[in-house]
């Protein structure tokens, strides 16, 4: 139980103290099995709970509305990509410009920042499956050229380099990055501004993969575009949208199968 506060009084979160818990106890284990130990101590540990916040999703509306406050920050462009693309803050916040290849519409996920102990790291996927590659819709395509246009004009009125492939993608004027706790406080003012509060950061990833589910893209696609490990989460998370799906499915197919039904007076 000491392991648990401790790691907490560290900042952790609870899904990262579970994961410690997870891994210990599979040490141990594997230490009694192989008669290193008689018997592991961390059986009496109480595995840490992991408190689940509530998921909510930003409508098609919702999301020009936040768009178009979001116009007048600094952040537009990296939020818009959030939106459009599902990925994780870290994730977004790591992207240098060689991972976007403008030409071909697609980013490679390829590290993650963590901001630990007041200091930025860039770290390789905790997944292979977060290791992915993702096509850009055309519009994203658009704001990400138009942002690096805007990043080498800024660059060149203070006459600081020009922007290259191995420069950040979203970053401060002088490419230092930015800070994951300052985009999470920007982006809830932009959403008490506009009448959505309690729509979180990661509601935006949310928000992608619940509007691509409803307009029919296969949750294999979805899957693959969010980095998930297994099918199964990402259907788990998204439950609440198969009802509408399974409900149009079957108009489809018996549409197709039996045709148009004959009207019953």
Known sequence: QNMHAEKLEQGLSPRTVQLCHTTLYNAL?????????????IIAVDKPKVERHEMRTMTEDDITRFLNEARKGEY????FTLIF?????????SLVWSDIDLSGGQLSVNKTMQ???????????KTNASRRQIALSPNTGIVLRLHRKAQDKVRQSLNLTPVTDKDLVFSHFDGKPYLPNSVTHAW??????????????????HSHASLMLKSGISPKVIQERLGHSTFAMTMNLYAHVSPGMQQDA?????S???GEPEKVC
């Open 115 to 125: 901001f630990i102990h007041n200091k930025v790291t860039f770290k390789a996927p």
């Open 250 to 254: 079957v108009t489809k197919f018996d």
């Open 188 to 205: 809830t003012k932009i959403t008490h501004r506009c009448g959505l509060a309690g729509i979180r950061l990661h509601d935006a990833r």
């Open 256 to 258: 197709m199968v039996m």
């Open 29 to 41: 284990a594997n230490a009694v099995r192989t008669g290193l130990l008689s018997r592991s101590p």
């Open 76 to 79: 537009y462009s990296l939020f």
């Open 85 to 93: 693309t599902g990925l994780r803050r870290g994730e977004a916040l």
